[in-house]
């Protein structure tokens, strides 16, 4: 196990980068590095000795965040931002089928388990839908819509003597 990267190289993190509860003054799920951002590598470790970390200082924020290998590549490498990222649920944009037979329908909810840069065509998604896993190119997949919040109703002064027919 050879770190690919060493002190002062430039490097790209690939994804989000969310606090898993060791970055101090943030909450466990905070954003702490957006995917695409780069910085430099300050320090080299490894975790349970089998994966090697890289200390990381994004000057553009000030943070130095510990990133996994397979988290980072060269900051010059060839780079496509993609709309969504691993974990991330979405919507079946299209019907899929796999030999004539239809395996996911529009709207159907899927879950990012990869995402594939280096595709012909742009970037693409393995993505599970229920009962399969799918390489799906990036405009053939929509956004799970914002969660409805309901609010409770609270009643007026004046609404309380009113009665409510069951």
């Known amino acids: ?46 975790f349970l000795q089998d994966q090697i970390i890289y200390s990381v200082h994004f000057l553009d924020i000030d943070r130095i965040i510990g990133c996994r290998a397979e988290e980072v590549i060269p900051a010059d490498a060839p780079w496509k931002p993609s709309r969504f990222e691993s974990r991330e649920k979405v919507i079946a944009g299209r019907s899929f089928a796999l030999r004539g037979a239809v395996v996911a329908e529009k709207g159907t909810l899927g879950e990012i388990i990869k995402v594939v840069r280096d595709m012909p065509g742009g970037v693409h998604y393995n993505v599970s839908f229920p009962g399969y896993m799918l390489c799906i190119p990036e405009d053939s997949l929509e956004p799970l819509p914002p969660p409805v919040v309901r609010r409770p109703m609270t009643l007026s002064a004046d609404d309380e003597d009113d009665e409510v027919a069951a």
């Open 1 to 46: 196990m050879r770190p690919e990267f060493d002190y002062g190289d430039a490097v790209r993190v690939t994804r989000n980068v969310r606090d898993d509860g060791t970055y101090p003054g943030m909450d466990v799920g905070d954003l702490l590095v957006r995917r695409g951002s780069i910085g430099n590598v300050v320090g080299i470790g490894t």
